[in-house]
């Protein structure tokens, strides 16, 4: 073994906590190759855990494949931007919405082009989790609902661009936000609005986010406005910045949510206690999406000149792997592998501690010799 790699096989022991060594590395944030410079307005995974990838969409007619491993581009042929992406929730197909009244269907080969008779801009696409409906939302107070191949215009009463849908788990409401101080509840099956008042009037509302459950939901718009409805009332959270709030996704056990702002500012909710911890993005750039994989081992962020991030990053710690899907059984192997690699490298450099000691040794004895060979000499030369 050469010298200069002792030092390595060292520091990859202390990583793993050997006796004495810090023994966990904090999440981080990594930022992925993304093959586009284009700003990245929304994205949906496909909910297919044997085949599950995310389509993100932007600006410029921009459509991501993004496996969880790889990028790939798509070529949808438009050429405005795109706004708003959902998977049917059998993942059979996914509608992606944009400028000019862009409808598209994707069924994972081929794009289709659904005409209707809007020419808004659209902003946002959900399906009813039941899969019967999605509604399609945009600017001038555009609602529509697409059934059964139809499109229908919905009466909301509205004038305000309307940015985000948010059904509720179990599909009975949709909340709907946008350029107003309020919320809009949406009933599918008595086909009605409801305006629901924040207790503020003073900041706009333009994202919510139901938890798995449907037992809550996060609301959050400009100047830092950040609400939490319980089902009942909207209770305002301390927010822990001024920027605009743009995204926000919950982790399958219900427990937390990352929450994204402008400026690349991102945070961890986490309900029980209502803290939110920041997380260091290393970005300036806005990340405008966030969407869990579905198992929870991972987020995915899209947003300005292309940026795509992980969070946490797959640089993970060995002892921590992730679950699901084959990623953990990957990473149970990889850890056995490096468990066993510095276990080797432990034994080489206890060998060679051994065999040092052993040749300082015998280095010893050997001088001690020398020295009292030398006393006898001299003795015997005395005496002749």
Known sequence: MKHSTLPVVLSAAMVLCLPGAFCETPDTVERLQSPTTLDLHAMAWRPVPADTYALIAGAGGALLQYTGRFFINLSPNVNGSLNGVDWHPTGSHALVVGDEGTVLDFDGQAFRALPQNSTYMFEDVKWRPQGDMALITGHNGTVLKYSG???????????????????????????????????????????????????????????????????????????????????????????PTANQWLAASWSPDNRTAILSARGGLLFNYTEANGSMTPINSNTTSSINCIAYYPNGSFAIGAGEGGLVIRYPSSVVNPLNPPDGDGEGAMWLVLSATILLAVSAASMVVAFLMVRRARKKADERRELEEAEAHAVELAMAKKRG
Do not use: E, H
């Open 149 to 239: 191949g139809a499109f229908t215009r919905l009466d909301v009463n509205l004038t305000q661009p309307v940015t985000c849908i948010a059904w509720r788990p179990d599909g009975k409401l949709a909340f709907l936000c946008g350029d107003f101080p309020f919320v809009v509840r949406y009933d599918p099956q008595a086909g009605t609005f409801q305006r629901l008042d924040t207790g503020s009037d003073q900041y706009y509302l333009r994202f919510a986010a139901w938890r798995p459950d449907g037992g809550s939901a996060i609301l959050m718009g400009t100047l830092g406005v950040l609400f939490r409805y319980d089902g009942t009332n909207f209770v305002s959270i301390n927010s």
